[in-house]
């Protein structure tokens, strides 16, 4: 028994001290902080700037000009490059006419009349009969003589010969080529121009200057020491010295 009461001892004093109740105000708690919202920001937006416009200007209109009329008596200058062609040549009145009405029927004649409208023709039998330009296919004029002048042949399927006329014919065109003479038919060809020699030109074009186209002379002497034409071109030289 004192065994027992000893033990209680020893254990009531191994116990610790039962701390007396706390009198202090209980610590406060803070609250935690409320979250922080970033605040927003509008972006920054640069001005929107109208493209410039240009002003609306009326178009300038150049003043109308009336085209310049030389006087009825003033002379014509043909070419006055003073360089010999085809171009430069007085043009020959045509004295025959070759006309396909349409793909089977053709006329042939001599002109009696001819403008920009109607041609009227008379055939081999003495008749007449006009036609209206704008109702038929083609229009040949025949050249006419000397034979033996040099000629330029248009075919109507595009080829183009040159040679001597022998004849420009209703019925057949014939020329000779290098020394040979042939025949080709009237509705192949489609015309025979005139194409003139160097002398030629010279000749005929010397009678359409006029004596003060002293440039122009000059230039035609030029034109003949080009072609070697040495005995013409020293004339026309010593001519500007007259």
């Known amino acids: 028994m004192f065994l027992v009461t000893i033990a209680a001892i020893l254990a009531l004093q191994a116990e610790p001290p039962i701390a007396p109740p706390s009198t202090a105000p209980p610590a406060q708690v803070e609250p935690a902080p409320a979250p922080t919202t970033a605040p927003i920001v509008a972006p920054i937006v ?17 003043p109308i000009v009336p085209p310049i009329v030389p006087p009825a008596d003033a002379p014509t200058a043909i070419n006055p490059a003073g360089i010999p062609n085809e171009n430069t ?14 793909r ?14 109607i041609i009227v023709l008379r055939d081999d039998k003495g008749r007449i009969k006009s036609f209206s330009k704008t109702r038929v296919i083609s229009i040949s004029y025949l050249l006419e003589g000397p034979a033996g002048r040099r000629v330029r042949v248009l075919f109507n399927d595009g080829r183009v010969l040159v040679g001597t006329l022998v004849e420009d014919g209703f019925e057949h065109v014939e020329v000779e080529i290098s020394g040979i003479k042939t025949k080709y038919p009237r509705e ?12 030629e030109l010279y000749q ?39």
């Open 46 to 62: 640069a001005p929107i700037t109208p493209p410039p416009v240009a002003p609306i200007v009326a178009p300038i209109v150049p």
């Open 204 to 242: 005929r074009f010397r009678t359409t200057l006029e004596p003060d186209q002293y440039a122009a002379r000059y230039t035609l002497a030029l034109w003949l020491y080009n072609k070697k034409m040495y005995a013409e071109s020293q004339i026309e030289l010593e001519s500007l010295l007259d």
């Open 89 to 102: 040549l007085p043009v020959e009145k045509p004295k025959r006419a070759y006309i396909v009405i349409d």
């Open 104 to 117: 089977v029927s053709v006329a042939a004649g001599i002109v009696e009349s001819d403008d920009d409208a």
């Open 188 to 199: 192949a060809v489609l015309a025979v121009k005139p194409y003139p020699t160097d002398l």
